[in-house]
């Protein structure tokens, strides 16, 4: 190594250092390793800024500071981050971001936790438990509960009309023509038989009044078929933040009315044939064919079948709901024909036994307003089978109010 000449009073050419008129002599770069300091890898592209204070403690870097021309003690390495401490734990579950240092022994992000309560995160691919008709799984019958009553809440204007209009008044209307045609009870003589050609006319009677029963059953079917998909339709748009009115939602309706109809009607066939071989084969086909009508708006592949295997990979769960559905229907029908009795009874309709109720302006106001007083419970089905229907969808898969608003064309 070559010594360094002593500084010498300054003239003219001289350097930084040396006698006047002599060049400076240059002087072997300090290397790292010898100045006691590690060696750090420095990339020399980096620009220096040297206003910068120069922390003593750190390696200098000769060769960089002179490519770059400048002094030796203003040169540093890059910072290169904190220091890795060997075994230093990581925070549990904290996420690796690309670019980030990771310290030895830190553990790798598992992801967010799966699962719906306190704490958890929803599932991946499901929305945030607010959803207006799809509870999350797990969220039990009080998420469903809950979402009837909102959906109740949000869209009661339009469905109240709706279902007035076709399930309310068709019930009214086939009552009232049942009414012409009820056969007269067959008189019975002194002796006690029937007089002659009495049951011959009571049963022909009969006949006639299943046949019309019959035929007005079919044609409020129809009817009620095209209430359910514009009810459907509305529900889902609502809550879906679309417009919503009665023309396109009744033209909606009248689309799928025919469909919807026909298998209602297969429906209505098998669970009586149920009923025939004995009431619980027809209660356990009535469970499982509650779900057709949704089935077919929504996906429109064999309603019949996808309705069994959706009932049967949570029987227990549907059976609960369809269970709360028909406690409300058929409970709310009987309050509401026991009213209707006792008001017949009151105007003096029916009181003689065996006497045929016939037409008249009392009959006729007590079963309209029987008819409407019934109009909660009919809605009440139509909004819990369709929630039961989409708390299954998604049990099933990831989906939302978007989809299923999607899904209806």
Known sequence: MV????????????????????QPEPTEPISP????????????????????????????DPIRAADQGLPVDLVRPPYQGPPVYPGQPGYPGQPVYPGQLVYPGQAAYPGPPTGVGPGQWSPPGYLDPRDPLVPLPGAGIGGWWERCWTVARRSWRQLVSIVLITQVLPLAVMTLLMVPFQPDPPVVGSTGELAPGELEAFVGGFLVLSGVVLAVA???????????????????????????????AFRYGLRRALGLWGWYLASSLIIAAGFCACVLPGLYLGL???LVGPIYLFERR????????????????????????????????????????????????????????????????????????????????????????????????????????????
């Open 302 to 409: 064999n309603p019949i079948g996808r309705s069994f295997q959706m009932v049967h990979a949570r029987f227990g769960m549907v059976l609960g709901r369809v269970a709360i559905i028909l406690g409300v229907v058929v409970g709310g029908t009987l309050v509401v024909a026991v009213l209707e009795n006792v008001g017949m009874l009151a105007l003096g309709i029916g009181a003689t036994p065996g006497e045929a109720v016939g037409f008249s302006v009392g009959y006729v106001v007590i079963t309209l307003i029987g008819a409407v007083l019934g109009l909660p419970f009919q809605l009440a089905q139509v909004v819990g089978i369709l929630l039961t229907y989409t708390e299954q969808r998604g049990q099933e898969a990831p989906v939302n109010t978007a989809r299923l608003a999607a899904e209806l064309f």
């Open 3 to 22: 010594e360094p000449t002593p500084p010498g009073p300054p003239g003219p050419g001289a350097g930084s250092g040396g006698r006047p008129g002599e």
């Open 218 to 248: 079919l044609v409020a079917g129809l009817v009620q078929a095209l209430g359910w998909a514009a009810a459907v339709w509305v529900i889902v748009r609502h809550a879906s933040g679309e417009p919503v009115s009665l023309g396109p």
């Open 288 to 290: 499982a064919l509650s």
């Open 33 to 60: 390793v010898q100045s006691g300091h590690p060696t750090t890898p420095v990339d020399p592209t980096v620009p220096v800024d040297p206003t910068v204070p120069v922390d003593p403690t750190v390696p200098v």
